[in-house]
């Protein structure tokens, strides 16, 4: 089944301390993204990657990191949490940049 | 910068009608591509219809269809014979060549049986 995988499905931590989203996917897409989704602002792009070793910032990249070391995988991290980083997280991933995306389940994320 | 508006936060329609959602955007560029993507209460963004800005006939999906102008800016999504299964947040996006996806704010749209 084509699919976009995220782990994990829910998080609960505090702030400071080092998180990694994973994010898979299985339809062989060149391009991969990120982005944040939040009450009254929709969805917003925090990276995204056209290909291995390819990535860039979206509109909201403060405080993460991203890395595309095989095509199929496109990592999530937040080095240094904070509570404003408290939101709903949807990897994204499609076969070109303009061609429709597939999403992810969302990972919600807390951070106390 | 590149901006999208959805003026409807809140719709409702009965079963069986037609509701129109509204979509604004905002660009300099000429060569984009405009999406609707549909989220149930499930949280799953689904794509219900995209378009390409350099065709003018406007994309079509069973009972959904857009009123896509150009000049204005503007992308409308139409469902036609509302069904409860409709029910979802609405959510209008766009890109530009250079891959940057903006969406907006998005619209819940109700379907009342």
């Known amino acids: 089944e084509a699919q976009v995988t995220q782990n994990p499905r829910y998080l609960i931590t505090v702030t400071g301390k080092k998180l990694t989203v994973t994010c898979s996917q299985n339809?062989?897409?060149?391009?991969m993204s990120w982005y944040r989704q939040d009450p009254g602002l929709g969805l917003r792009q925090i990276y995204y990657s056209m290909n291995v070793e390819v990535t860039d910032k979206g509109d909201v990249p403060e405080g993460y990191k991203v890395s595309r070391k095989e095509k199929r995988n496109f990592p999530l991290i937040l080095e240094s949490p904070s509570p404003n980083q408290t939101s709903l997280y949807f990897c994204a991933s499609s076969l070109a940049g303009n061609q429709p995306q597939h999403f992810g389940d969302g990972t919600r994320l807390s951070i106390l | 910068a590149q901006t999208v508006t959805q003026s409807q936060p809140e719709m409702s329609v009965q079963e069986a009608e037609t509701v129109t959602l509204s979509c604004t955007y905002d660009?300099?560029?000429?060569?984009?591509?405009l999406f609707w993507y549909k989220q149930p209460p499930s949280r799953q963004m689904i794509l219900v219809i995209r378009?390409?800005?350099?065709?003018?006939q406007n994309a079509t999906e069973n009972r959904f269809s857009v009123n896509f102008q150009k000049a204005a800016k503007s992308f409308s999504l139409k469902i036609s014979d509302s069904q409860l299964g409709d029910t979802a947040m609405y959510f209008c996006a766009f890109m530009i060549d250079n891959n940057d996806m903006r969406f907006g704010a998005g619209t819940r749209l109700t379907v009342k049986p």
């Open positions: 660009t300099s560029e000429n060569n984009y591509y």
């Open positions: 378009q390409e800005a350099y065709k003018q």
């Open positions: 339809m062989n897409h060149e391009y």
